[in-house]
């Protein structure tokens, strides 16, 4: 794809037309507070009547999507199977690069081979920290929790497996995604998994193919950005603030959030990647010292704990149907649970890892491989391990959802407890709607270019709102089913190239043994002896 060259913009030139959209970004925000509320606050018949209408709308369309979704072979769901097959081809097919290549991934996250002078507009880490504020979030907190709760506790062992492959299947998409992205004239770029599709598979003689399913996960990613991504997100952050502080209003959590989200996501790919750069690793700290107490509190029954997860995940004694039955159920909520929580084969993490500083494409494919490892072995266990040695997970009262589950969890410590759950609830969401903006923002950007996408950034900081005071129903269930669908294209085009991206690793781990590969020191180094022998 190729643009016509025009005059760059100029820094005072971007700097006013950033003011302009925050403007009118915070503008549409403040609107939102007194009409659409108002409205359906004084009309209660008509909104009642407006949300039952997009139920009926949604609810058949979401029930065609789930029967083709889960559709059931041999006792696991058609998009279950549809991931673990990825993992499990891309990690045998690549070597187990995802252990090979963990010690340089960390060398290239601490910066060791960041040049300011590549191509790209944000760092390794940056993009490390963007794309996980954009998986590290509800997932580690309520979806653990339900996948305990659905299979019991030796989900958390298939939850850890689907992670340890998706290691893999995120290096594919990543790598891929930077690899056939394009740079605009002002200097931005943009990749992903569209790009990728349309390009990459242009280049193999299926251009037909790769356009048509680049606009169907361009689609997709829209609407998830939008629904699971957003919406759902400012809501289950209002009602864990609304149910913690006694007179906190949903709406007041919505308007905070939306005046945010427009702040940040008015700056581009280089605001967001510095905000969630400082946001990421202050909210895992939260979290992690938070489970990390509780588990100190239980010290002596963390190997029980342990047993009991590794145990249940073959003879998952808690289960109905025997034991055949169990192991099924045990692996499908372990590895689904695990999709939804660091999102492996989505091809979301690609559209922010694209952004990278860098010309080596396999380097930040190598990045995107500890995203799995740092959402999904370390947080989302720290979460399962605090779960089963509390053990809320066996109360046999009335139905308790995920949040609630890990909320109980927290509060066995201290009755305050739970107010650093529902701080890091806030922050995890909030990061989450900041980096999925990002990626809703190429996707739209892929159908219909750049001069409307202030039109896209207005209804995602409204659906940032209006997801904190209603209760969508049948639209987030359809928004959810949009984030897992795009792994059916996304794969695809990983299927086809996987012997392009084979070949390149081959390559860059072949370079970087021999010495070819210099740190960004080195070649500083380098450059210094060279002048000096010149002068």
């Known amino acids: 794809m190729t643009y016509p060259r025009k005059q760059p913009i100029s820094p005072m030139q971007l700097k006013r037309q950033r003011r302009g959209q ?4 915070l503008l549409a925000t403040l609107l939102l507070l007194f009409f659409p509320v108002r409205v359906l606050a004084q009309d209660t018949e008509t909104s009642e009547g407006f949300l039952n ?7 058949a369309i979401v029930a065609v999507l789930f029967k083709f979704l889960f559709y059931d072979i041999g006792g696991f769901p058609l998009i279950v199977l549809w991931l673990i097959v990825a993992g499990i081809f891309f990690t045998l097919r690549l070597g187990f690069i995802n252990i090979r290549a963990f010690k340089h991934a960390i060398d290239v996250v601490r910066g060791k081979y960041d040049d300011p002078e590549e191509e790209g507009q944000v760092s390794h880490f940056q993009a490390l920290a963007t794309a996980l504020s954009g998986t590290v979030g509800l997932g580690n907190i309520a979806g653990v929790a339900v996948a305990i709760q659905e299979g019991g506790p030796g989900a958390m062992f298939w939850l850890t497996l689907a992670a340890f492959l998706g290691m893999t299947t995120k290096l594919v998409e990543c790598t891929l995604g930077l690899k056939y992205r394009i740079e605009r004239p002002d200097g931005t770029v943009a990749g992903g998994p569209a790009y990728m599709l349309s390009r990459g598979l242009t280049k193999m003689g299926l251009g037909p193919l790769g356009k048509g399913l680049g606009i169907i996960f361009s689609v997709l990613a829209i609407f998830g950005s939008m629904g699971g991504a ?5 809501n289950q952050a209002a009602i864990a603030f609304v149910g913690t502080f006694p007179g906190m209003q949903g709406w007041i959590v919505g308007l905070v959030l939306a005046v945010l989200t427009a702040i940040v996501i008015i700056g581009g790919i280089e605001r967001i990647a510095s905000t969630t750069g400082l946001l990421v690793p202050a909210m895992a700290v939260i979290y992690i010292l938070g489970c990390l107490w509780i588990v100190v509190v239980n010290l002596p029954q963390v190997p029980a704990a342990i047993a009991t997860i590794i145990s249940q995940a073959f003879v998952p004694e808690a289960l109905e149907g025997g034991i055949e039955g169990g192991i099924i159920i045990v692996i499908v909520q372990g590895v689904r649970r695990s999709a939804f929580s660091n999102e492996a084969g989505i091809g979301s993490a690609a559209i922010a890892h694209s952004a990278a500083r860098t010309d080596e494409p396999v380097r930040e494919g190598i990045v995107a491989l500890l995203e799995p490892f740092i959402d999904t072995i370390i947080i989302c266990n720290m979460t399962g391990i605090m779960i089963v040695l509390t053990g809320v997970y066996q109360d046999t009262g009335e139905a308790i959802d995920g949040s ?8 066995t410590v201290s009755t305050w407890f739970p107010i650093v759950l529902t701080i890091a609830i806030f922050l995890f969401a909030f990061s989450t709607i900041i980096s999925w903006s990002y990626y809703g923002e190429i996707s739209w950007q892929y159908l219909f270019g750049q001069r409307t996408i202030i039109i896209y950034k207005l209804i995602f900081v409204a659906c940032v709102f209006i997801g904190a005071v209603v209760t969508p129903g049948a639209v987030i269930d359809f928004s959810d089913l949009t984030l897992l669908m ?14 392009e991206v084979a070949g390149d690793i081959s390559n860059y781990m072949e370079r970087l043994r021999s010495g070819q590969m210099p740190t960004y020191a080195e070649k500083l180094a380098t450059l210094g002896d060279s002048h000096q022998t010149g002068n």
């Not at 925050?22 to 970004?25: D, H």
């Not at 609630?404 to 509060?411: E, I, R, S, V």
């Open 22 to 25: 925050l403007a009118a970004l």
């Open 53 to 59: 209408a997009i139920d009926s709308v949604f609810s």
């Open 230 to 234: 957003n919406m759902f997100q400012s």
């Open 404 to 411: 609630q589950m890990t909320l109980n969890a927290f509060a």
């Open 486 to 499: 795009m792994a059916l294209p996304n794969l695809i085009g990983a299927y086809f190239l996987s012997n």
